[in-house]
C-alpha cells in the first residue's frame, strides 16, 4: 500500500468512527457451537472481540480504548499531516506510524470493514494476527510455547474430532531441510491447523496455530465475485 493510498484509509477509517454502532450484515453463525481460543470465538463481531482485547504492551487498556484516544490526539494528527510532505527528514518516527497504522485498523474491523490486524493489539494471542470479514472474527494464526504432540491433543478434546496428520518437509533460511509436523481438521464449522515451529538449529520451539471459519471465509469469496 503506497504512502497516500493508507493517508486516504485511515481518513476513512477516522471519518467511519461514527458509524461503529450501526448494523452490521447479517452473517449466520452458530457461536454457541464454537469452541473458544483465548477466550475468543471465530464469528464474533468485533466489537464483542475489542471489549475484552487489550494492547500486548499497555495490558492494562483495552486496544479499542488506546486506539480511539491514540488517533485523535493532537500529535499523531500533526504526524499525519507529516506524512503528507514529501521531506524525507521530517517524518513521523516509526513507532508512532506502527501504531497509527495498527490503531487504524483496529477502528476498520469495528466500523464493519474486512481488515487484518496485528497480535499487538490483542495481547492474549502474544503472536500472529487476526482477520475480521465484515467485521467478523474469521480467522486467528498464534504460536504457543507448548509441543506439538500437547496442542494436537488440546484441539482433539476442543473439536471432538480427529486430525489428519502430515509431515512436510521443508527448507528453511539457512537453506537447512526440516521435517515439520502438521495436524488439520476440516470441519462443516471450522477449519483448524497446528503446525510445528522449529528454530534454525532444527530445535521444537513452539507450535503455530491457525483456526478459520469457512462460512465467513466463503461469504467473503462471494463478495467478490
Not at 16 to 44: C, M, S, V, Y
Request: hydrophobic residues 45%; proline residues 4%; glycine residues 4%.
Amino acid at each position: 500500500m503506497t504512502l497516500n493510498r493508507f493517508l486516504s484509509f485511515v481518513a476513512a477509517v477516522l471519518g467511519a468512527a461514527t458509524l461503529l454502532q450501526a448494523q452490521q450484515p447479517n452473517i449466520e453463525l452458530d457461536q454457541k457451537a464454537q469452541p473458544t481460543f483465548k477466550e475468543h470465538r471465530l464469528g464474533e463481531s468485533a466489537q464483542e472481540f475489542f471489549s475484552i482485547a487489550k494492547m500486548a504492551d499497555k495490558e492494562s487498556m483495552l486496544s479499542a480504548d488506546y486506539c480511539r484516544s491514540f488517533l485523535v490526539t493532537p500529535k499523531v494528527k500533526k504526524a499525519i499531516e507529516k506524512a503528507k510532505t514529501k521531506d524525507k527528514d521530517n517524518q513521523p518516527s516509526s513507532a508512532l506510524w506502527t501504531d497509527v497504522k495498527g490503531c487504524s485498523t483496529v477502528l476498520a474491523a469495528l466500523a464493519g470493514q474486512t481488515i487484518e490486524v496485528d497480535s499487538r493489539f490483542a495481547a492474549e494471542f502474544d503472536s500472529g494476527s487476526m482477520q475480521f470479514i465484515a467485521g467478523h472474527l474469521a480467522s486467528v494464526r498464534f504460536t504457543v510455547q507448548a509441543p506439538f504432540v500437547g496442542v494436537v491433543q488440546d484441539m482433539n478434546a476442543k473439536l471432538n474430532a480427529r486430525p489428519q496428520l502430515d509431515i512436510v518437509t521443508l527448507q528453511n533460511a539457512i537453506a537447512a531441510i526440516q521435517k515439520q509436523h502438521r495436524a488439520i481438521w476440516t470441519l462443516p464449522s471450522i477449519f483448524a491447523k497446528v503446525s510445528e515451529v522449529q528454530s534454525l538449529a532444527g530445535d521444537d520451539i513452539g507450535t503455530e496455530v491457525f483456526v478459520s471459519s469457512p462460512a465467513l471465509l466463503e461469504s467473503r469469496r462471494n463478495s467478490l465475485n
